[in-house]
């Protein structure tokens, strides 16, 4: 993990030399789910009782006037944070209760200006994971890859966003038989969340 996050902050140094940079810090709120897959679960992608903070660094690297790069390094707690298991229910992602915290690593494009949009990559590196009423024991990858989706709008120094992740890559795989259930479960991550960005300094 140490050796990624170098790698990262080497590559951040090198853009840095290229044009004005600016650098800021970014807090939020998430509203995260375990999917499966890309289905919504119980006519919902997102729990409302299962909310958790991010708090990071970002820059802003410009391409031309309304194109710019914002990769960032940001702690998110996501997963599902709320004691939903229920034993007498047949196992899905609804009651999957995992506390998971990351470092994620999005390397979002920007597009125009004032009222804005970002999308891009994102890598997360699990650095902590708690089980609650249900333990299904370790996850499958402890690297979580996806994409996330961003509208902001820009005041001065501030940036105000809604943001949209969804993750590719199966947290767990989990074989069921019958008579429990005829199908098995490919759980990912899901967050919506929302974040208040603030440019520290420019160089």
Do not use: W
């Not at 979580?144 to 509208?151: M, P, R, S, T, Y």
């Not at 199908?183 to 520290?200: G, H, T």
């Amino acid at each position: 993990m140490i050796k990624k996050v170098l790698l990262f902050l080497t590559v951040f140094s090198s853009l840095s030399a290229l044009s004005q940079i600016n650098y800021g810090v970014t807090t939020g709120l998430n509203i995260s789910r375990l999917n499966e897959e890309f289905k919504a679960v119980n006519g919902s992608f997102f729990n409302t009782s299962s909310m958790g903070l991010k708090l990071g660094m970002f820059s802003e690297i410009p391409i031309n006037d309304k194109i710019l790069l914002s990769p960032k390094l940001i702690y998110s707690q996501m997963g599902d944070r709320d004691k939903n298991y229920d034993s007498s229910r047949s196992l899905d992602a609804s009651n999957i209760d995992y506390k998971l915290d990351y470092l994620t690593i999005p390397l979002n494009v920007r597009f125009f200006d004032k009222l804005y949009v970002e999308v891009g990559p994102q890598i997360g590196i699990l650095i902590n994971d708690s089980r609650e009423s249900l333990d299904l024991g370790d996850l499958d990858s402890s690297i979580d890859i996806g994409a996330n989706l961003e509208f902001g709008y820009k005041i001065n120094d501030f940036r105000v966003g809604l943001n949209v992740y969804h993750g590719f890559t199966n947290v767990f795989e989990i074989e069921q038989t019958p008579p429990l259930s005829f199908r098995d479960l490919n759980i990912r991550n899901f967050a919506l969340s929302f974040n208040l960005n603030y440019i520290v300094f420019s160089n």
